[in-house]
């Protein structure tokens, strides 16, 4: 633990600081090596929290309770902001600004949360039944959980080798006779596969009369694509789609748990609002109070960040997941990268490796069992990399 990576401005006879700055110290020196999940090690903030101490705001309790795009009143929220940001991020994924409706959310989760309860309240308000929900069995498992949550009908779809629904088992899951509410997923956590939008929805159009949602799920990847040659898939003019959730803590770099909602005006006019008069609001997200400084973070780091600059930062990424299974490819190490993603996985190495490097394991018959990733996100640097493989090509010799 480097000294100077702590300063803490507390009272040194506060006993409780030395637990706390324990605790601070372990973080901020294993967080370099922290390969295995998807959060972006490298602060976008740190101007934002000098702004903040001084701002009076970190003094105040402020929270978003209300629908950012609805007159709202009052002033102890930075509902503004929020909608900003939403209005920033809307037409990066083919949202016009007249069709635009979305809100600032606690994490992915969150953001699917609401994709798939506006994605039933949408179908079933259009058709009078209840939708059939279907997703990949490599999706995030959130989707699983929520469906069980909100007591939908879950089709859970296996998906191939790479982590891609398959369409043919797309098909014979489908029932035609009720709405389908189908869950994308773009860019699967283990392995990064990401769903052929194109083929799923040629099977969807084989069943003209069954009414269709589409949520995507691009907790991680929906944050970088925009910035890359892959933008069109997630493109909603190229290849429509209702909703869309990302997490805006992986690659925003926000240091909270965090994302966006976005959706349609269309979808939003067909849920069930409660009109809440305390309030003087309509509400139509799950939460009542949401962060009035996530929205703030996002304002913040999109206002100090340009569209070249995200376009570099992903290039590294994609540039480094590259080179990172390249080198595995002449070490013959069984490694694999799939089109668009910057996680590498592979075969789970030796546990000391596994641990130093915060790797999250996986299991594929398919793939000769245990696996392990790396996502490479922008603190996982090529030195990093070396490193790792260094320490990979070591103890394999042992
Ligand atoms: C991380 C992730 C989630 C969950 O997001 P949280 O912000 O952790 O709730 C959902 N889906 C995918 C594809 C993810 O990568």
């Given at each position: 633990m480097k000294e100077e990576q702590i300063r803490s401005?507390?009272?040194?006879?506060?006993?409780?600081i030395a637990r706390l700055d324990e605790f601070a110290g372990e973080i901020v020196s294993r967080k370099k090596h922290q390969?295995?999940?998807?959060?972006?090690?490298?602060?976008?903030?740190v101007d934002f929290y000098k702004w903040f101490i001084g701002s009076g705001l970190n003094l105040s309790m402020a929270d978003n309770a209300g629908d950012p795009f609805a007159q709202h009143e009052g002033i102890l929220n930075s509902l503004d902001f929020e909608r900003e940001v939403i209005e920033t991020f809307g037409p990066l994924y083919g949202f016009d600004l007249s069709n635009l409706w979305g809100i600032v959310t606690f994490s992915g989760t969150d953001g699917n949360n609401h994709g798939i309860y506006f994605g039933a309240r949408y179908l079933e308000n259009s058709t009078g039944s209840r939708p059939v929900m279907y997703v990949s069995d490599?999706?995030?498992?959130s989707g699983r959980r929520l469906a069980d949550l909100q007591n939908l009908e879950l089709k859970l779809i296996p998906s191939d080798v790479h982590g891609c629904m398959i369409p043919e088992e797309l098909d014979k899951a489908i029932r035609p006779e009720r709405p389908a509410l189908v869950v994308y997923a773009?860019?699967?956590?283990?392995?990064?596969g990401v769903d052929d939008q194109e083929a799923l929805n040629r099977v969807l159009a084989k069943y003209p009369d069954m009414p269709v949602y589409r949520h995507i799920d691009?907790?991680?990847?929906g944050g970088y694509l925009?910035?890359?040659?892959?933008?069109?898939?997630?493109?909603r003019k190229i290849q429509p789609y209702d909703s869309i959730a990302i997490s805006?803590?992986?690659?925003?770099?926000?240091?909270d748990p965090a994302g966006i909602f976005l959706t349609t005006k269309e979808v939003l006019d067909r849920q069930k609002s409660f009109e809440v008069s305390y309030l003087n609001a309509n509400m139509p997200m799950v939460n009542c109070t949401r962060s009035a400084i996530s929205p703030l973070k996002f304002w913040w780091i999109l206002k100090h960040t340009s569209r070249a600059e995200f376009e570099k930062m992903t290039g590294e990424m994609l540039n480094n997941a590259r080179w990172l299974k390249e080198r595995m490819d002449e070490m013959e190490y069984p490694a694999w990268l799939e089109p668009m993603s910057n996680t590498v996985y592979f075969k789970r190495p030796p546990q000391a490796v596994f641990e130093k490097y915060g790797l999250a394991p996986d299991y594929d018959e398919r793939l000769g069992g245990d696996l392990a990733h790396i996502?490479?996100?922008?603190?996982?640097t090529r030195e990093r990399l070396r490193t790792f493989l260094d320490d990979l090509t070591s103890a394999c010799a042992r």
């Open positions: 401005t507390a009272p040194e006879t506060d006993p409780y390969f295995g999940y998807p959060a972006a090690q490298k602060s976008r903030l490599a999706a995030h498992y773009m860019g699967t956590t283990f392995k990064g691009a907790a991680l990847f925009p910035y890359t040659e892959y933008r069109d898939v997630l493109n805006g803590h992986k690659y925003f770099g926000m240091d996502v490479v996100m922008q603190h996982v």
